[in-house]
T-cell receptor, first 114, second 111 residues
Framework: GAVVSQHPSRVICKSGTSVKIECRSLDFQATTMFWYRQFPKQSLMLMAT?????????EQGVEKDKFLINHASLTLSTLTVTSAHPEDSSFYICSAIGPDQPQHFGDGTRLSIL | GQNIDQPTEMTATEGAIVQINCTYQTSGFNGLFWYQQHAGEAPTFLSYNVLDGLEEKGRFSSFLSRSKGYSYLLLKELQMKDSASYLCAVREGAAGNKLTFGGGTRVLVKP
């Protein structure tokens, strides 16, 4: 069964809306969670690394004020896309690692901004 | 930074074997992962190599040579459901366990 749960799986909303995506580790405590973005027919691009209780580390070119990450507990991280625009439409995927665990991925969130 | 290269596409016949190569350059190698990703879905973990040699898991095997910066994923007895993208990812120990992914190899299995 799934070890990382991501919700929602699909979001369609109007331009200017803020969208929150949740990522939960189900059977283990995730020391680190990662947020990726994937455009069609391209590979995963890491957006940020999130450690529980500390500020996320963003990759170069990713706006931290646009993509807010909160890692409030060892089992939950959230990504909020603020004031989303059509160019933010993409497939967003989280992953989590814990002690003696490979990196497990959530099922992804397909975000469509109209 | 890292450079991870893998072929863009491969085609093979059902029942055959396909080998997907991955070469990488990294400053602090701490493991290489292979993931399978079907269109519209998230990646699923296939294998992990941190020491040189071959890891076998059923129809899938993965090989690593750290001195050559080279890995391959071997898929045997191909089935139609194996049509997917296969992602090679390298973990860099100095970078907090984050994975850097190659561009992925789309494998098409034909009858």
């Amino acid at each position: 069964g799934a070890v990382v749960s991501q919700h929602p799986s699909r979001v369609i909303c109007k331009s200017g809306t803020s969208v929150k995506i949740e990522c939960r580790s189900l059977d283990f405590q995730a020391t680190t969670m990662f947020w990726y973005r994937q455009f069609p027919k391209q590979s995963l691009m890491l957006m940020a690394t999130s450690n529980e209780g500390s500020k996320a580390t963003y990759e170069q070119g990713v706006e931290k004020d646009k993509f807010l990450i909160n890692h409030a507990s060892l089992t939950l991280s959230t990504l909020t896309v603020t004031s989303a625009h059509p160019e933010d439409s993409s497939f967003y995927i989280c992953s989590a690692i814990g002690p003696d665990q490979p990196q497990h991925f959530g099922d992804g969130t397909r975000l469509s901004i109209l | 930074g890292q450079n991870i290269d893998q072929p863009t596409e491969m085609t093979a016949t059902e029942g055959a074997i396909v080998q997907i190569n991955c070469t990488y350059q990294t400053s602090g190698f701490n493991g290489l992962f292979w993931y399978q990703q079907h269109a519209g879905e998230a990646p699923t973990f296939l294998s992990y190599n941190v020491l040189d040699g071959l890891e076998e898991k059923g129809r899938f095997s993965s090989f690593l040579s750290r001195s050559k910066g080279y890995s391959y994923l071997l898929l045997k007895e191909l089935q139609m459901k194996d049509s997917a993208s296969y992602l090679c990812a390298v973990r860099e120990g100095a970078a907090g366990n984050k994975l850097t992914f190659g561009g992925g190899t789309r494998v098409l299995v034909k009858p």
